[in-house]
């Protein structure tokens, strides 16, 4: 019997999920299938709108081999289990003639505890454990949402939070959870036959396809017991964020807070000579951090230094004490061993890491100003370390033994792949050797017709930001669009304090155009709101560089207030920039303008999300049109129609606010 076909295939899916096949979506496809026929690595940039996810789910359930797919964001993940894959395999059984299962896997903490549930949480200061649903009002927001998971476990089938809607808060779900460290395991645990982790486990490793994020993926290559599956082909979508949440995976992190508790969790089950120890440890590391001064610490000053190793080698003798102590009188015990065990061996490994002293890691102290009152005066103090680089890590753990494509809608920085290859541990595109995996990068391009659909618009006459710096200049220009454009303004601002300044000062001078800014309202609550009214404009900063989709008349206009380069004082961002400068290679271009293009790119694609879609992107920043670096920032965006002429962006914007308006 003949194969089917790849086109076959891919047009049984497209009919499927009501999409519309495009010659991107087949030529990444056909990139796919190439890929994990030769067991290779492929990187694809695919626009927004190319179907990216029946481009690489197609050609991996064609192959027939076990596939890992990990994406960045819960929506995409809820996409593809619920729309995309089940859809798509109805689609194909028939032609494949099986029906290749698939399942979704996270970490630990993201799935309802039964014995917590039950048995109730390991309190710090007493011993045993508390009743959580007793200890909470039950008409507080905390009594209700204990009582709403109650409820639910008892209707659940898989336990997982994302499954739960409305959510509850993350206070009220680190009752009814537990980490990898705190979790008795299922042979040790009285529910662990009706273990909702357990159970995901098992699905995945029964099915063809795991879908699971970018954290897990990290986690699997950073510690030694392997969570995922064995599998023989990785796709990782929104793959510009893998470097990101994998250096966040890596980063370790101590606060007295975290210290202190620690010490109270293990107080009661060691004795009091390691007890002490601890305490005493936890004081003086206490008192230098009141000391300490924000930056990175290139050398670990003295004092700290010891302060660190007595903590460390306090650390130590607890878990030995721990290990050989036991105490009846502790209401279930081994779940209060368990927590405090964990405690203990997240502030050992902290400190002994940072103690250690590795020349690849970067280790810095941060304060922010404190949220509240005396119990919340440490609460910003923290001393961090995190890797310089994890490209080492990823080349050495992500690339062996398996296919792996990368893919997302921004890959390709100043024209190439290259920048975004080596954040990953690869070599120039194409190059063998020196332990380099082979790869290759294919830009299917996009469905959108760029150059007709949006126009990029530089305020050359703008005075150069300067850091903190009062940019009246920049406020004028920004109401003067927002009113050509009758609001429909989504904001990109480099900083909070930006955008919360140009809030405030919009609102003064334009009324009658709404201003939404992040963090006064949930995210979700503002995007749906700003989607709702064309008037409104959404100012925020990161976050809404990536996460904001709103096709059609509600977002005509796209403002970054300037180049998002780093930080000068990012400690980790200026390691990374003085080491590549150390080993003789350009840091500014190879971190900073990396960075900036990136998110420029990301921030550039809110605009057009659909077909129909036509806009601005302004950029009140002149060093785009000015700088020798602005060639490589530009060359990042979309291919949109470019100018510097403020007179004619008015114009165009004007004449687009009014066509949406007669369409309205």
Known sequence: MTQPSLPELLHAAVTAVGGTERPGQVAMAEAVA?????????????????????????????HGERVVVATATLALQRQLVERDLPRTVEALHPILRRRPEFAMLKGRSNYLCLHRLHEGVPQDEEEGLFDQFEAAAPTSKLGQDLLRLRDWSDETETGDRDDLTPGVSDRAWSQVSVSSRECLGATKCAYGAECFAEAARERAKLAE???????????????????????????????????????????GELTPGQVNRAVRRAAKLVNEKAADQLQTAAEGFERLMELALPGRLEEIPEDLGYALMALRDACRTVISAIGSTRDKSVQDEDAVRKQAL????????????????????VVWYERHEPRGGAAYRHSGASLRVAPMS???LLREKLF????????SATLKLGGDFNGVGASLGLGPEGAEGDGL??????????????????????AKHLARPARDGDRKDMLDELTELVQAAGGRTLGLFSSMRAAQLAAEDLRSRIPEYPILLQGEETLGELIKNFAADPRTCLFGTLSLWQGVDVPGPSCQLVVMDKIPFPRPDDPLMSARQKAVEEAGGNGFMAVAATHAALLMAQGAGRLVRASGDRGVVAVLDPRLATARYGSYLKASMPDFWYTTDRNQVRKSLAAIDAAAKQAD
Not at 342 to 361: L, P
Not at 400 to 407: A, E, I, W, Y
């Open 34 to 62: 190439e890929a994990i026929d030769d067991g290779a690595h492929l990187l694809v940039q695919a626009g927004t709108g190319t179907g990216k996810s029946l481009g690489y789910l197609v050609p991996a359930l064609a």
């Open 209 to 251: 396809v795991i879908v699971t994020n970018h954290a897990l993926l990290a986690i699997d290559a950073i510690e030694g017991a392997p969570v995922l599956p064995q599998h023989e082909v990785l796709i990782v979508d929104e793959a510009h964020e893998l470097v990101s949440r994998v250096t966040g995976v890596a980063t």
């Open 342 to 361: 964990a405690s203990v061996e997240s502030v050992h490994d902290v400190a002994e890491r940072i103690t250690h002293g590795s020349e690849w890691d």
């Open 390 to 392: 994890v490209s080492g």
């Open 400 to 407: 062996t033994d398996r296919s792996v494509v990368l893919t």
């Open 437 to 458: 995996p082979l790869w290759k990068g294919v830009d299917v391009g996009s469905p959108f017709d760029y150059p007709r659909q949006g126009i990029l618009y530089v």
